[in-house]
């Protein structure tokens, strides 16, 4: 039985085009964590659980909701207030980042400087308080580290999320790689909420709106009571002074 026409149209030959073609501008959203389940909601995982929400809120339900793998990395591709974005979690391990960022910076040709914003866990600062800066240095910070290592620049933005010191007495990795207890979920949820709003904010109006608008306010170190100058004493009229006269008995 012969088979009937091919229901797609031959396609037209592709002509030489002399010209590189130019990709659409692209914006990197990068969290950093840890990849695997005994890592997820862990607070060295803050950056991924930003990238989560920011997912559910901007990639829809079609299958540019459906994570790839691309750059090292778990990527969707999502429209945030019309800006092409990409939402990377990259699966290298917190210490090997920058491989996957630098992948992508190079694939789309991007300024690191404007065209990038990560979002980490940071010890040094209170649970669920936002810090957003261009660039600087990594604080100690491994994964940042790395992105810096790999861009062979400190210039990007980034976004840190408290998740508070580590307590006393407790191992720094331990702490980070632990979960959130209730008590800090309460206060780190709806932060981990407004870092997606700041990173839309990167998206649309740039770093240094997105600094205006969220980084929490330093808290300021409470007031010194005024002094006071010392009161005068009452004099103590039972006192006997050496200058007062004795009467004789």
């Given at each position: 039985?012969?088979?009937?026409?091919?229901?797609?149209?031959?396609a037209a030959p592709i002509a030489h085009c002399p010209f590189p073609i130019a990709l659409p501008p692209m914006k990197l959203l990068v969290g950093l964590g840890n990849p695997g389940p005994?890592?997820?909601?862990?607070?060295?995982?803050?950056?991924?659980?930003?990238?989560?929400?920011?997912?559910?809120?901007?990639?829809?339900?079609?299958?540019?909701?459906?994570?790839?793998?691309?750059?090292?990395?778990?990527?969707?591709?999502?429209?945030?207030?019309?800006?092409?974005?990409?939402?990377?979690?990259?699966?290298?391990?917190?210490?090997?980042?920058?491989?996957?960022?630098?992948?992508?910076?190079?694939?789309?040709?991007?300024?690191?400087?404007?065209?990038?914003?990560?979002?980490?866990?940071?010890?040094?600062?209170?649970?669920?308080?936002?810090?957003?800066?261009?660039?600087?240095?990594?604080?100690?910070?491994?994964?940042?580290?790395?992105?810096?290592?790999?861009?062979?620049?400190?210039?990007?933005?980034?976004?840190?999320?408290?998740?508070?010191?580590?307590?006393?007495?407790?191992?720094?990795?331990?702490?980070?790689?632990?979960?959130?207890?209730?008590?800090?979920?309460?206060?780190?949820?709806?932060?981990?909420?407004?870092?997606?709003?700041?990173?839309?904010?990167?998206?649309?109006?740039?770093?240094?709106?997105?600094?205006?608008?969220?980084?929490?306010?330093?808290?300021?170190?409470?007031?010194?009571?005024?002094?006071?100058?010392?009161?005068?004493?009452?004099?103590?009229?039972?006192?006997?002074?050496?200058?007062?006269?004795?009467?004789?008995?």
């Amino acid at each position: 039985m012969g088979q009937g026409p091919s229901p797609f149209p031959a396609a037209a030959p592709i002509a030489h085009c002399p010209f590189p073609i130019a990709l659409p501008p692209m914006k990197l959203l990068v969290g950093l964590g840890n990849p695997g389940p005994q890592y997820e909601k862990t607070r060295h995982n803050a950056g991924f659980l930003v990238i989560d929400r920011l997912a559910r809120r901007h990639a829809g339900a079609g299958p540019g909701a459906i994570p790839k793998a691309k750059f090292d990395a778990s990527v969707i591709e999502a429209s945030i207030d019309g800006e092409r974005c990409l939402l990377m979690k990259p699966t290298t391990y917190m210490n090997r980042s920058g491989q996957s960022v630098a992948q992508a910076v190079g694939f789309y040709k991007v300024n690191p400087q404007t065209d990038v914003l990560v979002i980490v866990d940071d010890v040094a600062l209170p649970l669920g308080h936002l810090r957003i800066r261009p660039g600087g240095s990594a604080g100690g910070h491994n994964g940042l580290s790395d992105i810096e290592r790999a861009l062979a620049t400190d210039a990007y933005p980034r976004l840190r999320i408290g998740i508070d010191p580590t307590p006393a007495m407790m191992d720094q990795a331990d702490y980070v790689l632990g979960k959130f207890t209730p008590e800090q979920e309460a206060v780190i949820n709806p932060a981990l909420d407004k870092a997606a709003d700041a990173a839309r904010c990167f998206v649309t109006k740039g770093t240094q709106a997105a600094m205006n608008a969220f980084n929490t306010p330093a808290t300021p170190p409470k007031p010194k009571p005024p002094r006071q100058d010392p009161q005068p004493k009452t004099p103590d009229p039972t006192a006997i002074s050496a200058n007062t006269p004795r009467e004789n008995p």
